[in-house]
């Protein structure tokens, strides 16, 4: 069975990303973010009977922070990829009449780990794969270091440029200048400025990797008659895709392919559509080099094309083909899992209309990669 | 040793899965589980083979020869000892019977790393107890 125009998203809420929130916490800013979009929906918690969240804010804390109580719950536990698959997990449940309107809500409080005693941002805690065999040759904080990795490797593959990718994350900041909800809103920055940061993890730059932030994102989902009656013009789901890749980097075949060779396929063969169809899309973009092999095994370009490709259009709102309408992770800040989570809040936001100043010109279908 | 060796150790997921190879590699040996039903190579080590399931498992011993797959110039240390003017090499090694492994790379200037590199396998002493696998330009 297809899920195929089985999901409709009806209200979204986002609590703006800031680097941080002083006195506030993640289940704080969770429930804030979930009003938000239940205001947004036009109905009340009490109509919300289904609830599923990235698995950091954990379901049962959630509900009762909320005093809801739902007839299902989950949490999906998929690091980045939490809010594409919370999304896909929430229209299967409505699909399936397990229930009938799920509230989807993630978010970040950098306070809380410090209040916990643990440094934010940090990977894995205690002995792990990492702990073993890659922290002691001195591999870098959070997810900088593999990310170095592809990149380099994308450049001795496909003769990729830093100047191609640097116009990833400037079209990106074009964009975040038409969003109130970006951390970086308000701070233009030119290609050049992305060229002249600083080396991270070389070739990776800093103005091509996330910035650790709080804040929160959630929206509802329903079943397409239900969304008929409701005020909002809904954003059907068409397609869904998830492959499953390896949890450390250095464990992939192909350090310049991602898993998101399979997902697309799956989602596009779902919806009946091509990549050629494509109007707008939201990419996961916790480092320009991420987005840019995602968009490639998408099937938006041919592999190792996406240097000319940037080169050559302009992905700005107003461009020929508009990617990370709001600014993306790079230039709205990574509010943890919610970071990844923005993109199908501003796919939706952006088809149902609602995306102001920044409102794509065409709007009916755009491709998530979470 | 003058002073102490303040970059981190490797801290196993399980140290008894994996003291062999920390033992070996104390005695100037790189062995890698190698799995005795399907012939399976592999890195890191697991209680029960990837490919098969199997817990027929045994270590085989490397060349110590291989090559940069990929590499990156960390700039922004994760861990104050290993911040320095010029930054250090993080890179995963193709070991020349197939499996890949982080690693350092030691005895040259970050610039002269390139993908595609040949390298060899040096044992480091960093305590007492404990050895680090690492590789130099060969």
Redesign the interface.
């Known amino acids: 069975m297809s899920l195929r125009g089985r999901g409709a998203i009806v209200g979204i809420g986002e609590v703006p990303t800031r680097r941080i929130y002083e006195g506030r916490s993640m289940y704080g800013l969770c429930a804030e973010a979930a009003g938000l979009a239940i205001a947004d929906a036009g109905i009340t918690k009490d109509d919300i009977d289904g609830l599923v969240t990235d698995g950091v804010a954990l379901p049962p804390a959630i509900a009762e922070y909320l005093d809801i109580k739902p007839n299902f719950a989950t949490g999906v536990s998929m690091q980045g990829a939490s809010g594409a698959t919370a999304t896909m997990v929430a229209t299967s449940a409505v699909s399936s009449g397990i229930c009938n309107t799920v509230l989807v809500v993630m978010g970040n409080s950098r306070q809380d780990a410090e209040r916990a005693g643990r440094p934010a941002g ?1 990977g894995a805690a ?4 990492r ?11 959070g997810a ?2 593999g990310y ?6 994308h450049i ?1 593959e496909y003769g990729t440029t830093e100047d191609q990718l640097a116009k990833m994350a400037a079209d990106q900041r074009f964009n975040a200048l038409e969003n109130e909800n970006a951390v970086f809103n308000g701070q233009p920055i030119s290609k050049e400025d992305v060229l002249n940061s ?7 730059k800093l103005l091509e990797s996330v910035m650790p932030c709080d804040g929160a994102a959630a929206l509802i989902i329903t079943t397409p008659e239900r969304a008929k009656n409701m005020k909002n013009k809904p954003a059907y789901v068409l397609g869904v895709g998830l492959k499953q890749g390896e949890a450390n980097i ?2 992939r075949d192909k ?1 310049t392919e991602t898993p998101a060779v399979d997902s697309v396929r799956r989602a596009l063969e779902m919806s009946g559509y091509t990549p050629s169809d494509i109007e707008f899309a939201e990419f996961y973009d916790c480092y320009t080099i991420l987005a840019a092999m995602c968009i490639e095994d998408a099937g938006l370009v041919e592999k190792g094309e996406i240097g000319p490709f940037y080169e050559e259009t302009d992905t700005t709102y107003k461009g020929d083909f508009p990617i990370n309408t709001d600014g993306g992770q790079l230039s709205g800040g990574q509010p943890g899992l919610a970071g990844g989570f923005r993109h199908v809040i501003e796919g939706a936001r952006q088809i149902m209309g609602k995306a102001g100043s920044r409102q794509v010109e065409k709007s009916d279908l755009c491709l998530v990669n979470g | 040793m003058t002073s102490a060796y303040d970059k981190p150790i490797p801290i196993p997921a399980n140290e008894d899965l994996t003291r062999p190879f920390w033992e070996a590699a104390k005695s100037r040996e790189l062995i890698i589980p190698y799995c005795k039903s399907c012939t399976n190579l592999f890195f890191y080590p697991r209680e029960v083979c990837p490919n098969c399931f199997s817990k027929d498992l045994t270590w085989k011993t490397m060349s110590g020869k291989g090559s940069v797959y990929t590499y990156t110039h960390v700039r922004q240390a994760v861990h104050p000892s290993f911040q320095s003017a010029n930054g250090h090499i993080y890179a995963i090694i193709e070991l020349a019977e197939g499996p890949r492994m982080p690693s350092g790379i030691v005895g040259c200037e970050p610039e002269e790393v390139y993908v595609d590199m040949p390298v060899s396998v040096v044992f480091e002493d960093i305590t007492e107890e404990a050895t680090i696998v690492q590789f130099q330009k060969s």
């Open positions: 940090r205690g002995p792990s794969v702990s073993e065999w890659e922290e002691p040759h001195g591999m870098a904080p900088n270091t170095g990795l592809m990149y380099r490797r001795h600083r080396y991270i993890n070389e070739p990776l250095w464990q350090f």
